[in-house]
């Protein structure tokens, strides 16, 4: 099963089924408390939240969360948090807790009662897009019809793994992952091309492993992780009635070891110019023969007039052929079993009970420390969002984002915006010929909000009732006949991506210059639009000014003012950038988790737009004032405001599995780092809060990294 490759870059990345970003409740107006929505029989945690965790006062930010007794310049996000994480509790069926999961935990609510509406009384034929919901939703919630069914959704599927036994049969099973649960080592995706983003290209990038990263496999760290992933194979084999279960897990590890041996680390990936490789079809066969590259893409459905000249965008062409020569080499046994294996695995959530409860046991508790499986209800709301998204969030948005919501935040959009133009004019370390060309690139900055322009047709999806399995991989077929109609034609610049409007979350789409703002993030405490604006402005503001920036951090500022990646800065204003991010970056370097530093390398970008994005909204926020003086409200200034508003969005906290994997895998930095980090390069932050020589977070002046 392979998914569409994005360059996009979000908020926050979730870790695992359960898990979330990183913030507090506040679906509530100001100064009345938040309640959740019903949530029955499931252990949700927000109904049971002590006082301190509801609400957010009567202008915004939650005073009650506060530790007043931590100086602000020893450890900001304590003193913004502190009593409010004391109190927090992980639900058992979450990974993480905090404001932004209590927020996301919100919007599947909402979608339930939006799908729990139409499935009261599913069609036994569905033809309308609302029939469709309704059945794929009530389908999966019927666990009775799926548990009798036992492997025998798999069953085709898997006697198409048993057929495989030489390199064209294989590369045939590769084809078809694309639009089924089949497994392949090669994702496989359709994107606008980062040269002409103008057109559509395809894209090939490594894969092929069952773990969350390279590290799993070859840190002594992860040890015990690697061990349960192979009792994990064995105990899915056992399931499937696979001969040679136990001896089959065991040769499937040592195969994936050597395929991590050979891919790229993650951070290395984040060069968007070593990862743009394009190459022709007939050049991708020689530099990985091991693979029948005509006939894999054929069958996944690239047209195959002219497919030996066709050009692909090869993302880690070393570990494509390495792949390749290890699928030619390994025996087909070996091979037939690591197929079944990931099968499995990519089907366990629409399958019977056993193979659930296996995937859970490994990929929820073993990798993220998640002690109770989700209800079935919310891996319902989650694998409709994940089938039938877009036509969710149409009736989303309909039903639950104003358009006064919409005005204003675009309102705020335009003002962040033109407070990134102020700092660019005013950039100190830019030559003039490059600060023209970011200031043409800010310009062209287009903003989306709430919903797309245009909604997707859902006509032709075929939606059986009783049939979650095949339901599923006929969504998947639907999704990708999708992308691949895209070949040949100009990229629709009105076209959302990857974030459907319940989506809790925000992302830089570099090649259109373009920010998206889903529906579901804009609201507290995110933004309210009854709350004081330092508030909003320190927020939301922050998180804008954060996406915006993604489009100037150490990726971005490759793509030029039309989404175009090539080299349009001048190689000394260059080598100023990195030397700056260099020296930012040694300030996330220095930080641990779980005893472990942070990689800068693979954070860096996140960094950066943190940095700006606070900056940016302080800025904003001090151009609203219009030269007047800030009020005080409840003894707090307005630059105080904006700091605790920023501290109190990224309040979490993580189970010690799911945080050791968000340093290991997740471009993002833990929250406390979010915090912390980012202020003590601001000037403002340090005469808001007196911070002096001595304390903790205290940089002197010429140590502070100011990049935007």
Do not use: C
């Amino acid at each position: 099963m392979s998914r569409i490759l994005s360059r996009s870059r979000f908020l926050g990345a979730m870790l695992a089924a359960g898990s979330a970003l990183s913030l507090t409740p506040a679906w509530a107006a100001p100064g009345t408390p938040a309640t959740a929505p019903a949530q029955p029989g499931g252990p949700s945690g927000i109904d049971s939240l002590p006082p301190a965790l509801r609400g957010y006062g009567h202008f915004g930010l939650n005073t009650a969360a506060m530790d007043t007794a931590v100086k602000p310049g020893d450890d900001f996000f304590e003193y913004g948090n502190g009593t409010y994480l004391k109190d927090l509790v992980i639900p058992p069926d979450l990974t993480s807790f905090g404001p932004f999961v209590i927020l996301m935990e919100n919007a599947r609510a909402q979608v339930r009662t939006l799908l729990a509406d139409l499935g009261a009384h599913p069609s036994a034929d569905p033809k309308t897009t609302d029939e469709k919901l309704g059945v794929y939703y009530a389908t999966f919630l019927d666990q009775k019809t799926v548990d009798g069914l036992g492997t025998k959704p798999l069953e085709a599927d898997l006697n198409a793994v048993r057929g495989v036994h030489d390199a064209a049969s294989l590369s045939h099973l590769f084809g078809q992952a694309q639009a089924s649960f089949q497994f392949t080592p090669f994702g496989i995706g359709i994107q606008p091309d980062d040269r002409d983003p103008t057109k559509f290209s395809i894209s090939l990038g490594q894969g092929g492993l069952g773990m969350p990263d390279r590290d799993y496999y070859l840190k002594p760290g992860f040890a015990e992780k690697k061990t349960a992933y192979q009792a994990y194979i064995a105990k899915m084999l056992g399931l499937l009635s696979w001969p040679d279960a136990d001896a089959q897990a065991a040769r499937i590890v040592a195969f994936e070891t050597q395929i991590a041996q050979a891919h790229w680390a993650r951070d290395a990936m984040r060069d968007p110019v070593k990862a743009y490789n394009p190459m022709t079809v007939a050049q991708l066969q020689k530099a990985a023969p091991g693979i029948d590259w005509t006939g894999l893409l054929t069958t996944a459905g690239i047209p195959a007039s002219g497919l030996e000249k066709r050009v692909l965008v090869v993302g880690q062409p070393s570990a494509i052929s390495a792949e390749a020569k290890l699928l030619q080499t390994t025996d087909m046994a070996t091979v037939r079993a690591w197929l079944a294996f990931h099968l499995a695995d990519n089907a366990a959530t629409y399958l019977s009970q056993p193979f659930t409860d296996a995937s859970f046991e490994f990929n929820g508790h073993v990798l993220s420390g998640q002690p109770m499986q989700q209800e079935r209800w919310k891996r319902a709301v989650r694998v409709s969002n994940e089938a039938l998204g877009w036509a969710i969030g149409q009736a989303y948005s309909e039903r639950y984002f104003p358009a006064s919501s919409k005005a204003e935040i675009t309102k705020l959009v335009a003002e962040v915006k033109a407070a990134f133009k102020v700092r660019l004019q005013h950039n100190a370390w830019m030559e003039p010929a490059t600060r023209a060309m970011a200031l043409r690139k800010i310009d062209n900055f287009e903003i989306e909000v709430g919903y797309p322009k245009t909604w997707r047709d859902y006509s032709g999806l075929k939606i059986v009732p009783g049939d979650a399995y095949g339901n599923a991989e006929r969504a998947m077929g639907y999704e990708w006949a999708f992308w691949l109609h895209q070949l040949g034609h100009r990229v629709d610049r009105s076209m959302w991506f990857d974030m459907t409007p319940q989506t809790v979350n925000a992302e830089n789409l570099p090649n259109f210059v373009e920010v998206v703002f889903p529906a579901a993030i804009l609201q507290p405490p995110f933004f309210d639009p009854k709350a004081d604006p330092a508030v909003n402005y320190g927020a939301i503001g922050g998180v804008i000014g954060h996406e915006m920036t993604h489009s100037f951090d150490d990726q971005g500022r490759q793509y030029d003012e039309h989404g175009r990646l090539h080299d349009w800065w001048t190689k000394a204003d260059e080598k100023k950038f990195t030397a700056l991010a260099d020296r930012f970056g040694a300030q996330y370097g220095a930080f641990t988790v779980q005893g472990v530093h942070l990689n800068p390398k693979l954070t860096m970008g996140e960094n950066i737009a943190d940095l700006g994005g606070l900056t940016l909204g302080l800025d904003a926020y001090h151009a609203s004032l219009h030269g007047k003086p800030a009020p005080v409200i409840d003894g707090l200034t307005g630059d105080q405001r904006v700091f605790l508003a920023w501290a109190q969005v990224w309040r979490q906290k993580l189970r010690p599995d799911a945080e050791r994997a968000r340093v290991t895998v997740d471009p993002h930095s833990p929250p406390k780092a979010r915090v912390n980090l980012p202020m003590h390069n601001i000037d403002a932050w340090y005469d808001a809060f007196g911070v002096q020589p001595g304390q903790a977070l205290y940089l002197p002046p010429s140590e502070r990294v100011k990049i935007w």
